[in-house]
């Protein structure tokens, strides 16, 4: 799950269910059940096999005041291009953070954005003016406007690289680079599944909806191919889209993480609430009556105590 405090509370739900099936004899004598938050997970993967990257497991991550002070000296410091930049330091520094984080969240390099600004650059200098002109001419004022910031942005990228390489000297991470350095190992070294495999029988996701693409390929090579998993979320609740998560990642999920036998995972909607009355319920589902309008699987809610 995402925060400390879900995970304790759903380790002890968990649990204390558990414990309640064993005594009405429902269930064998519960086993150990590990809960975690996602960049916790991807930091203990990192620990025990960053090494097949060159990662020392006593790597020191840096929060995120420390990621600042560190970006802000490179700022202090920098005798780079920043033509174009006009924005004050501290924006500068946020802005080089948020750059940063989105490169780890989609495994992007800073080559990668660098190219894809500049290929979005070249192509619009030279299409028409207008949609009935046929020859380039300059671009409008918005345009001109949305240009000029791309271009401002590529500025930026140096300043990332330079943010990476100092993190590489001074043998320090960011949590975006956890998450990132174990989706590559995931990824890219087989025996790294195998093992999380063999220690987690059965997988369970938690608010799915808010996964980033590194999570997603750091689950998918861990866990996809028929391992038991199971994903849980609310594609209208997704709220880290700021932060490369996308609620594609849940509707994808049957694809993503299909059976042994190669077909689609299967889907179950959650309909009953254990929380509210009828009339709390019935209010939401008036509220939702336009998603499902606009075809998103909403589901109708009952109450359990209803």
């Not at 203990?44 to 096999?49: A, I, K």
């Not at 090579?221 to 849940?250: E, K, M, N």
């Amino acid at each position: 799950t995402f925060t400390r405090k879900a995970a304790a509370e759903l380790a002890e739900r968990i649990r204390s269910r558990l414990r309640a099936l064993h005594r009405c004899g429902l269930g064998p004598e519960p086993e150990p059940v590990t809960v975690a938050t996602y960049h916790s997970y991807a930091a203990s993967v990192l620990t025990d096999h960053g090494l097949r990257l060159g990662v020392e497991p006593g790597a020191r991550v840096l929060g995120e005041a420390g990621a600042w002070q560190l970006v802000d000296e490179l700022v202090e410091r920098w005798d780079g291009d920043m033509s174009g930049v006009e924005s004050s330091r501290r924006t500068v520094v946020d802005a080089v953070l948020a750059l940063a984080g989105e490169c780890a969240e989609h495994l992007v390099d800073c080559e990668d954005v660098d190219a894809a600004l500049a290929a979005v650059v070249e192509q619009a200098v030279v299409l028409p003016r207008k949609d009935t002109d046929r020859a380039p001419g300059a671009p409008m004022a918005k345009v001109r406007d949305i240009l000029e910031r791309l271009a401002a942005r590529r500025r930026l990228v140096p300043l990332v690289r330079a943010y990476v390489e100092r993190k590489r000297q001074a043998e320090v991470l960011d949590f975006g680079d956890q998450v990132a350095l174990a989706a590559r190992l995931a990824r890219d070294v087989p025996a790294v599944g195998a093992g999380e495999r063999e220690r987690y029988r059965v997988v369970l996701l938690d608010e799915y909806q808010d996964t980033s693409h590194a999570q997603l390929v750091l689950l998918r090579a861990l866990f996809g191919g028929g391992h038991p998993v199971t994903a849980v979320g609310d594609p209208c609740q997704s709220i880290y889209g700021w932060r490369g998560a996308s609620a594609g990642t849940l509707t994808a999920f049957r694809r993503e993480f299909r059976a042994r036998t190669g077909v689609d995972a299967g889907q179950s909607a959650l309909t009953t609430s254990f929380r509210n009355g009828e009339r709390i319920l019935g209010v939401a589902n008036r509220l939702a009556e336009p998603l499902r309008a606009e075809g998103l699987d909403v589901p109708v809610l009952t109450s359990f105590n209803g």
